[in-house]
């Protein structure tokens, strides 16, 4: 990998931080706090890690996004707009009647989308079908899958990690966007996920716990060599970037008034 | 027409040997199985291709996902899991990984409907069909013997898109002796032809449904005998003619009729050609008992067929 800009890195997360904000307001829905604690995590991976094409979305020893959390889908949409997957103007569309931008990922209609994820706990287990599979066509291809915190409570998550641990992937990362908050309130209090650094190593994989927002780490975290299924804990801030949606459980899909926007905006401009 | 009952097949058997044919000839297909080895009839697969051959353990969800994952690789898996846990634990990974992800996984469900007998209602697979046909498009393919089994299959690994499949288990006589191809997929098999009634059925059932015919015509009784080998997409062609020359129809399915094919063929039939139906399945779960004797119980038999023809024709006077 060449060397980390973290400038690009940092310029294209502000870029997505606006373009979210923007189509939110527009469509008048979506998940604004979980597209902003995961937007620097999609601007590490789109900006020096992954190796897609968005001119040819489809070759076959692509690397792999799997966004499990797929509510976060304007997140997803703007850095694959501001990558040229798709034109910038599309995100006007979101969520319009017959828009190819549902509030939830489809892979026939958006390009570089990689399943129609939304109910949770389904992109692990597909993102363990995608790096079994780039082992048996023998390519290089790396598959990375987005988790929610939250969708970890989904038991069809820990049936993939344990297959992924037993069969010892070094071609895939699982990144879990840990921002504390499921939709309704905090996840220690629902149903606490903790110790998840232990559970995942007990299930065979490499455990990294970061700052989500801090690229240098999220950088070594998705390039350095594997021996093992890496899963990268990666502690965010829900609504990060605009500190009276940070950590609020209400900015979960709350749409910002006409004062919010502004004052939003102003601040994620200076970003 | 006459069946044969001398040589019955579990249609396990060619359905493992074709994908073994298919494999040789395509390093794209592989299978994905929930500790499935033994009772899809697995074993020699795994022993020439154990790369390709995939074993999640008793973990169906993570099975149907993972074959996604695969389908989105470029390969062409083949999902192989007794057919009551691949649909009913893994519906939401059918649904949305595989059927609106529009990816191109084969579902084999094997040992469907009451195949299980006696191990009782959670192993038998009677909704299936109602689950599977509710998705948006999802082909449906019933084989009812073993050519139609190594046909069908066949078609399905040289054809882009999820399809689900059933493979029985319980031992059917062959009832597409003679018929090249045996399978002709999107189209429902007219085997005989008749003017007084029609009877559709499909898998275990047609061999059934022949046998009625064959006892029908000995009464002076003409039956069409229609094999849905594939429900959907349905023939709406072939149905509207047995509801146009015939007096009434009759649906054989070991399934719910409730969304089943009894259900498909009456949604198809009041909407364009109304005649009078009968819907004959397995609408209740089962009692203990082989499922041989279930098939009986549930009077999905040649002489249930048979006085269901003679009360349909009767009603009709």
């Known amino acids: 990998m060449a060397a980390a800009n973290t400038k690009e890195i940092s310029d294209l997360a502000r870029d997505i931080r606006l373009q979210v904000l923007l189509t939110i307001k527009n469509a008048g829905m979506g998940h604004i706090g979980g597209d902003f604690s995961v937007t620097d995590i999609l601007a590490t991976l789109f900006s020096a890690v992954l190796k897609v094409d968005p ?89 990375f899958v987005i988790l929610g915190d939250g969708e970890l409570q989904e038991g069809s998550n820990w049936e993939a990690a344990m ?14 966007d840990h921002n504390g908050f499921q939709q309704g309130s905090p996840i220690s209090r629902t149903n606490d996920l903790s110790p998840l650094d232990k559970k995942f190593e007990s299930f065979g994989w490499e455990v990294r716990v970061i700052n989500g927002h801090d690229y240098q780490s999220l950088l070594s975290a998705f390039t350095d060599a594997q021996t093992k299924p890496r899963v990268v804990i990666a502690q965010t801030v829900k609504g990060k970037g605009v500190d009276f949606m940070e950590n609020k459980a209400e900015w979960h899909h709350k749409v910002p008034s006409a004062e919010q926007y502004e004052a939003a905006l102003l601040q994620l401009s200076k970003q | 027409m006459t069946l044969s009952r001398i ?77 009551p846990f691949l649909t009913g634990r893994a519906l939401e990974q059918i649904k949305a990984d595989v059927v609106y992800s529009r990816a191109n996984v084969k579902l084999c469900g094997m040992s469907p409907g009451v195949a299980y007998g006696e191990l009782g209602p959670t192993h038998h697979s009677i909704e299936d069909i109602a689950w599977m046909r509710a998705l948006d498009s999802l082909t449906i393919v019933l084989p009812a013997d073993e050519m139609q089994t190594k046909e069908a299959l066949i ?83 072939e149905i509207l003619a047995a509801a146009k020359e015939t007096k009434g129809i009759i649906t054989v399915e070991e399934s719910v009729t409730r969304g089943g094919i009894g259900g498909a063929i009456a949604e198809l039939v009041v909407q364009n ?31 249930n067929i048979v006085n269901s023809a003679r009360e349909l024709l009767n009603n009709g006077e």
């Open chain 2, 7 to 83: 040589e019955e097949f579990d249609n396990r058997i060619i359905f493992a040997k074709t994908l073994i044919k298919l494999a040789q000839e395509n390093p794209k297909i592989v299978v994905v199985c929930n500790d499935s080895i033994g009772s899809s009839n697995l074993t020699e697969f795994r022993d020439l291709f154990p790369e390709r051959l995939i074993d999640v353990g008793i973990a169906e969800q993570n099975m149907v996902g993972i074959a996604a994952g695969l389908a989105n690789s470029g390969l062409i898996p083949f999902v192989c899991a007794a057919s």
């Open chain 2, 155 to 237: 078609w399905a690994a040289n054809t882009e898109g999820p399809v689900f499949m059933r493979i029985g288990r319980f031992k059917v006589p062959s009832v597409s002796q003679g018929m090249n191809p045996a399978f002709v997929p999107n189209k429902a098999m007219r085997i005989i032809d008749g003017t007084d009634i029609s009877i559709i059925a499909a898998g275990t059932l047609v061999s059934r449904a022949i046998e009625a015919a064959l006892q029908l015509k000995s009464e002076g009784i003409s039956a069409r005998v229609i094999n849905l080998s594939t429900v959907v997409p349905l023939d709406r062609t």
């Open chain 1, 55 to 143: 001119k040819n979305p489809n070759k076959i020893d692509r690397d792999r996004l799997i966004l499990s959390k797929g509510h976060a889908a304007v997140a997803l949409y703007s850095v694959l707009a501001l990558r040229g997957f798709f034109p910038i103007d599309d995100l006007k569309t979101f969520a319009k009647p017959l828009s190819s931008l549902n509030g939830h990922p489809n892979r026939n209609k958006v390009p570089g989308v990689e399943s129609n994820t939304g109910p949770l706990g389904h992109g692990f287990p597909i993102a363990v079908g995608t790096a079994i599979g780039s082992q048996l066509n023998n390519n290089q291809s790396r598959t």
């Open chain 1, 163 to 176: 297959f992924a641990g037993h069969r010892k992937l070094t071609n895939l990362i699982a990144v879990i």
């Open chain 2, 273 to 303: 050609n109304p005649v009078p139906m009968k819907l004959l399945g397995i609408d209740t779960f089962a009692p203990t008992g082989s499922a041989s004797f279930l098939l009986e119980h549930f009077g999905l038999t040649a002489i």
